[in-house]
């Protein structure tokens, strides 16, 4: 398996822009987690999905941020409009049982907004 | 609010030294995993640990879950350049799987 995918690795874009980030989960796995990461606040958990349907979105910093789950290999995490306060890393996670097994990370997206 | 503890922030060394972190939290665990993080990477997970008082050793790695299920350590011997990164520690919040992480112990060894 190639492990969760994220797209695109590096984002640069002007304050008030919309930005999508893009996470595939690894096959088989029910539960897909979004965190940020800065220097300041560590890891964050924004929201996380089981069996494509958020459970739990109380990180999600204001309405500017979205996630959707579309289908159990697709996740998009959208920010509009950016500010850039919002520039960190955007890591996903997927998991077929956190307790036991953890997570699997993606290579995370950075995301500077300008 | 469960909060994570993790001490030292940074440590440098040289090779071949041994090491310990430390995860600390008011709260009693369910379960706590040990993550390491490398640059420009996710965190990668090392060990899950459930039971109070368990000790699990991954190579040169030995992680203890405290008997109370409140706090726990990493212990690396003879460390190598290798072992360089981030390492964090993660519990949920009880009842959820929702994860919260430690804030990190930043580790170089030296070669």
């Known amino acids: 398996d190639a492990g969760v995918i994220q797209s ?14 893009r996470c595939k989960p690894i096959s088989g796995h029910d539960y897909l987690f979004w965190y940020r990461q800065t220097m300041m606040r ?41 500010e850039p306060r919002d520039s960190a890393v ?4 997927s998991s077929f049982h956190p307790r036991d097994y953890g997570y699997t990370f993606g290579s995370g997206t950075r995301l500077t907004v300008v | 609010t469960q909060l994570l503890e993790q001490s030292p922030q940074f440590l ?15 709260s ?20 899950t640990v459930v039971t109070g008082g368990e000790v699990k050793k991954l190579k040169r790695l030995t992680f203890q879950f405290g008997d109370a299920r409140k706090d726990s350590s990493l212990h690396i011997t003879a460390a190598q350049p290798g072992d360089t990164g ?12 929702k994860y919260i992480f430690g804030t990190g112990t930043r580790l170089k060894v030296l070669a």
Request: charged fraction near 15%.
């Open chain 1, 8 to 21: 695109p690795r590096h984002e640069v874009t002007e304050m008030g822009q919309e930005v999508t980030l």
């Open chain 2, 28 to 47: 009693v665990f369910s379960s706590l995993q040990w993550y390491r993080q490398e640059p420009g990477e996710g965190p990668v997970l090392l060990v």
């Open chain 1, 90 to 93: 955007y890591f996903c996670a």
């Open chain 1, 42 to 82: 560590g890891l964050e958990l924004l929201i996380y999905f089981n069996n494509n349907v958020p459970i739990d979105d109380s990180g999600m910093p204001e309405d500017r941020f979205s996630a959707k789950m579309p289908n159990a290999s697709f996740s998009t995490l959208k920010i509009q409009p950016s």
């Open chain 2, 86 to 97: 981030l390492y964090l520690c993660a519990s949920a919040i009880s009842g959820t799987y």
């Open chain 2, 12 to 26: 440098s060394i040289q090779e071949g030294e041994n090491l310990t972190v430390y995860c600390n939290s008011s």
